[in-house]
């Protein structure tokens, strides 16, 4: 959507909300966490990182943004080392967010 100038404001349980803007290019990640005890500490993880805090959701969906750049590859992942990927899928799995996505061998 932001690549087509739709840059989201709020994400949403049910609906999403976007603000027109062809300036800007966005990417955009989402975190499960519904357990946050310190949500400025949180946020700030985040910031250092390069993402902007865009909302959450009430049952633990965070919403991440960092301005798009094509060089970046998985500086656009929140997730982008093997060990993090694996405890956020299961956080996923444990919570029945995520099917099982390895590929049969």
Same mark, same amino acid.
Not at 6 to 10: E, F
Not at 26 to 31: G, H, L, S
Not at 78 to 86: A, F, G, H, M, V
């Given at each position: 959507m932001s690549e087509k100038g739709?840059?989201?404001? /709020?994400g949403g349980l049910l609906s999403n909300l976007y603000q027109k803007n062809d300036d800007l290019r966005?990417?955009?990640?989402?975190?499960y966490n519904p357990k946050i005890k310190d949500m400025g500490c949180y946020i700030e993880t985040f910031r250092e990182q390069g993402w902007e805090y865009v909302n959450?959701?009430?049952n633990g969906w965070n919403?991440?943004?960092k301005l798009y750049d094509a060089a970046a590859?998985?500086?656009y992942e929140?997730?982008?080392?093997?060990?993090?990927? /694996?405890e956020m899928q299961? /956080?996923?799995q444990r919570n029945g967010h995520l099917r099982n996505t390895q590929t049969p061998t």
């Open positions: 739709w840059q989201l404001v /709020k966005y990417r955009f990640q989402i975190d959450s959701t009430i919403y991440f943004r590859g998985d500086d929140i997730y982008n080392d093997s060990q993090s990927l /694996k299961a /956080k996923w």
